[in-house]
């Protein structure tokens, strides 16, 4: 079998994997909230500024756990090490695949939205499946890093 012949065999594959995984973390994150077990985290450390709308960052741990980051403030580093706002820990599945300094948070003020930018990880940032570099995020937007699951959400007042 040639290399053309696998290629829609590789697609259809991948977008089968990508499609289970979405389904899952979504069927996860919109359990009842007395059949998952939210793990809340600290807030992201330092002073808002003012017009920064707080956000969360949802990361699943299968099979029914939830760790939730407060983000108050921008930017916000995400990584494996200790020294990010946004610190990965090795209680998730996958942890290892994210980079030590893997992402950062940033509220675009002027446009109104929050991205998210790739450091150069080397396993990568996927916004709804897609990999990307720079991406903004709206509520309910599915993010992985590396091979962690997330998603993210506005906080509403």
Same mark, same amino acid.
């Given at each position: ?9 590789? @697609?259809?594959?991948?977008? +089968? ?22 793990? =809340?985290? +600290? ?8 017009? @920064? ?10 099979? =029914?756990? /939830? ?5 108050? =403030? ?9 020294? *990010?706002?946004? &610190?990965?820990?090795?209680? /998730?599945? +996958?942890?290892?695949?994210?980079? !030590? ?6 509220? *675009?003020?002027?446009? &109104? %939205? %929050?991205?998210? !930018?790739?450091?150069?990880?080397? *396993?990568? &940032?996927? @916004? ?6 720079? *991406?903004?995020? !709206? ?13 993210? =959400?506005?906080?509403?007042?």
């Amino acid at each position: 079998m040639t290399v053309h012949a696998l290629v829609p065999h590789l @697609v259809a594959f991948l977008v +089968g994997c990508a499609l289970t995984s979405a389904a899952w973390l979504v069927g996860l994150l919109f359990l009842a909230g007395d059949q998952r077990q939210q793990i =809340r985290t +600290g807030e992201v450390p330092g002073e808002a500024p003012e017009g @920064v709308p707080e956000a969360e960052l949802l990361v699943a741990i299968p099979p =029914r756990k /939830v760790l939730i980051f407060k983000i108050s =403030r921008s930017p916000a580093l995400i990584g494996r090490a200790r020294d *990010n706002d946004i &610190v990965i820990p090795s209680t /998730v599945p +996958g942890w290892e695949s994210v980079s !030590r300094h893997h992402a950062l948070l940033h509220y *675009n003020a002027r446009r &109104v %939205w %929050w991205v998210i !930018r790739d450091l150069g990880s080397r *396993n990568g &940032v996927y @916004v709804d499946g897609s990999r990307t570099g720079h *991406n903004v995020l !709206r509520d309910g937007t599915q993010v992985q890093l590396g091979s962690v699951q997330a998603v993210f =959400r506005h906080v509403t007042q």
